[in-house]
Antibody, heavy 115, light 109 residues
Framework: EEQLVESGGGLVQPGGSLRLSCAAS????????MHWVRQAPGKGLVWVAR????????NYADSVKGRFTGSRDTAKNTLYLQMNSLRAEDTAVYYC????????WGQGTLVTVSP | QAVVTQEPSLTVSPGGTVTLTCGSS?????????PYWFQQKPGQAPRTLIY???NKHSWTPARFSGSLLGGKAALTLSGAQPEDEADYYC?????????FGGGTKLTVL
């Protein structure tokens, strides 16, 4: 069964850091580009970052550029999002999402940035 | 950054047909934008209904279809069911960034 499972969310103070993980199973993770997407409470979906199949090309939304870093470990079938200099407006549920015929969604992990 | 526009809300009668659209501030939406459509019900994670304009997943009900229509991406629901009441988001690819639309709240009433 194809699955994406996010982890690493939690409560962090403004200016702090978190690293999110997304463990993939049931499909050939190394073949597909992956996205990070977030959703603030009661709001719509917002694209955060895209990582190509081997992690060599990454695009970021302007709102996170310079603060967030995406990466992937194909040996571990895991996608990462390192989030630094966190702000209150980064508070959201973060999802990893596959692309194309593996455009599965994880269940999300909640990041709360608050004093 | 491009802006992707969707109808904020639509209502369809049970058994009826409705088309949701997805436009781009940069001009016509084409297959090169690789349009996706996602469905999200309250309290749930989104799920992908359509990818790359008109491709369905195994879980996508046959009553949903994707297309390009009048310079926009379109999601057509034919034979609406009560369980189709949800938020629907489109997603377009540009040269680098990706952008979501603001979502359409579909009511089946």
């Amino acid at each position: 069964e194809e699955q994406l499972v996010e982890s690493g969310g939690g409560l962090v103070q403004p200016g702090g850091s978190l690293r999110l993980s997304c463990a993939a199973s049931g499909f050939t993770f190394s073949r597909y580009w992956m996205h990070w997407v977030r959703q603030a409470p009661g709001k719509g979906l917002v694209w955060v970052a895209r990582i190509n199949s081997d992690g060599s090309a990454i695009n970021y939304a302007d709102s996170v550029k310079g603060r967030f870093t995406g990466s992937r470990d194909t040996a571990k079938n895991t996608l990462y999002l390192q989030m630094n200099s966190l702000r209150a407006e980064d508070t959201a549920v973060y999802y990893c999402v596959g692309t194309g015929k593996v455009s599965y969604w994880g269940q999300g992990t909640l990041v709360t940035v608050s004093p | 950054q491009a802006v992707v526009t969707q109808e904020p809300s639509l209502t369809v009668s049970p058994g009826g047909t409705v088309t949701l659209t997805c436009g781009s501030s940069t001009g016509a939406v084409t297959s090169g934008h690789y349009p996706y459509w996602f469905q999200q019900k309250p309290g749930q994670a989104p799920r992908t209904l359509i990818y790359d304009t008109n491709n369905k997943h195994s879980w996508t009900p046959a009553r949903f279809s994707g297309s390009l229509l009048g310079g926009k991406a379109a999601l057509t629901l034919s034979g609406a069911q009560p369980e189709d009441e949800a938020d629907y988001y489109c997603f377009l690819s540009y040269d680098g960034p990706r952008v979501f639309g603001g979502g359409t709240k579909l009511t089946v009433l």
